[in-house]
């Protein structure tokens, strides 16, 4: 995966450098307070996987515009917006490998700037002067306040089916990477089915990824997560690894993991045995496998387009999305 990680990286470097110069310029608040806030989490590191799709996705569709960074950041403010919100909603401590924001000012405070970021992005979006990429922006926030509402309305669920697992990752995830492609593909002014073609690949580039960052939840140790091993858990979140263990669990395994669920206070040694019983189970193998038919997916979409750099990086970049199952 570092080889795969290296290649990418130097493939944007340049999309990478005008990414941060924008993030930074648009951030313009009314108050130091907003920037200092707002930098916390955004300049805290991340991927900037989402604007760089959408510049991508763009370039694929032979778009020669100069200045689709500044749109493109309009995905990682939504991004960060969302996970703001999120911190303060599950009481997580650390985001990124540093205390989240609500830890080190107050929860309004981080509530309020991600409601900066929220706007930003839509004047953002406005200023593309398209009604459908404005479409697209309305839409992921929609979405993506359902999807977390819904998972909330599940918090400790252990009823919880994968159906609603599935439209919960599709909204909290998925559809930001769907709108990131898709826009790209409407400010270059491309046909429709190229439009869809790079929609699909978002959709299950995001479905692929946030399975993925399930994974990593169970797999990953807290230095190399950004956040503490097991959050997922502790904060009530059934992921696709719990579900499909406690739907082959015995009855005395489930009653145990239920117990677990309940009890967001669980020690080190629970965590484990509970990992233990995700692979017994094929918990996690399977949580790879459903991953890694999105992924499938996803590089069929792109079959449409023409062989060159921009198609082989998202190519990719969708294996990179598989390669962190591992």
């Given at each position: 995966?570092?080889?795969l990680k290296?290649?990418?990286?130097?493939?944007?470097?340049?999309?990478?450098?005008?990414?941060?110069?924008?993030?930074?310029?648009?951030?313009?608040?009314?108050?130091?307070?907003?920037?200092?806030?707002?930098?916390?989490?955004?300049?805290?590191?991340?991927k900037?996987?989402?604007?760089?799709?959408?510049?991508?996705?763009?370039?694929?569709?032979?778009?020669?515009?100069?200045?689709?960074?500044?749109?493109?950041?309009?995905f990682e403010?939504?991004?960060?917006?969302?996970?703001?919100?999120?911190?303060?909603?599950?009481?997580?401590?650390?985001?990124?490998?540093?205390?989240?924001?609500?830890?080190?000012?107050?929860?309004?405070?981080?509530?309020l700037t991600?409601?900066?970021?929220?706007?930003?992005?839509?004047?953002?979006?406005?200023?593309?002067?398209?009604?459908?990429?404005?479409?697209?922006?309305?839409?992921?926030?929609?979405?993506?306040s359902?999807?977390?509402?819904?998972?909330?309305a599940?918090?400790?669920?252990?009823?919880?089916?994968?159906t609603?697992?599935?439209?919960?990752?599709r909204?909290?995830?998925?559809?930001?990477?769907?709108g990131?492609?898709?826009?790209?593909?409407?400010?270059?002014?491309?046909?429709?089915?190229?439009?869809?073609?790079?929609d699909?690949?978002?959709?299950?580039?995001?479905?692929?990824?946030?399975?993925?960052d399930?994974?990593?939840?169970y797999?990953?140790?807290?230095a190399?997560l950004?956040?503490a091993?097991?959050?997922?858990?502790?904060?009530?979140?059934?992921?696709?690894?719990?579900?499909?263990?406690?739907?082959r669990?015995?009855?005395?395994?489930?009653?145990?993991?239920?117990?677990?669920?309940?009890?967001?206070?669980?020690?080190?040694?629970?965590f484990?045995?509970?990992?233990d019983l995700?692979r017994?189970h094929?918990?996690?193998?399977?949580?790879?496998?459903?991953?890694?038919?999105?992924i499938?997916?996803?590089?069929?979409?792109?079959?449409?387009?023409?062989?060159?750099p921009?198609?082989?990086?998202?190519?990719?970049?969708?294996?990179?999305?598989?390669?962190?199952?591992?």
């Open positions: 995966m570092s080889d290296r290649k990418i990286l130097s493939a944007v470097a340049d999309e990478l450098k005008l990414i941060e110069q924008a993030l930074a310029d648009h951030l313009h608040p009314h108050f130091d307070l907003v920037a200092q806030v707002a930098g916390h989490l955004l300049f805290a590191g991340g900037r996987l989402r604007p760089l799709l959408m510049m991508r996705s763009a370039r694929l569709c032979r778009c020669d515009r100069d200045d689709l960074s500044q749109f493109a950041i309009i403010y939504l991004h960060a917006a969302t996970l703001m919100h999120d911190d303060v909603v599950d009481g997580a401590r650390l985001r990124r490998g540093r205390p989240a924001a609500h830890h080190v000012w107050d929860p309004p405070t981080a509530v991600g409601d900066f970021l929220l706007a930003r992005s839509l004047s953002l979006a406005a200023r593309t002067r398209l009604p459908e990429v404005i479409d697209v922006i309305a839409g992921i926030t929609e979405q993506m359902q999807g977390e509402i819904r998972q909330l599940h918090k400790g669920d252990v009823t919880l089916d994968e609603v697992y599935l439209d919960v990752i909204c909290k995830t998925a559809v930001l990477f769907q990131a492609c898709r826009t790209g593909a409407l400010i270059a002014g491309a046909p429709a089915s190229l439009c869809d073609a790079l699909d690949y978002g959709f299950h580039l995001g479905m692929a990824f946030q399975m993925a399930d994974l990593l939840d797999t990953q140790e807290t190399a950004g956040k091993a097991g959050a997922d858990l502790r904060e009530g979140k059934l992921t696709l690894p719990v579900i499909r263990t406690l739907s669990a015995d009855h005395r395994q489930r009653e145990w993991i239920e117990a677990l669920v309940r009890d967001p206070e669980f020690t080190p040694a629970d484990d045995r509970l990992v995700m017994m094929g918990g996690i193998e399977d949580t790879r496998q459903s991953a890694a038919i999105h499938r997916r996803a590089k069929s979409a792109l079959s449409g387009f023409e062989d060159g921009h198609r082989a990086l998202l190519a990719d970049i969708a294996d990179y999305a598989w390669a962190r199952t591992a």
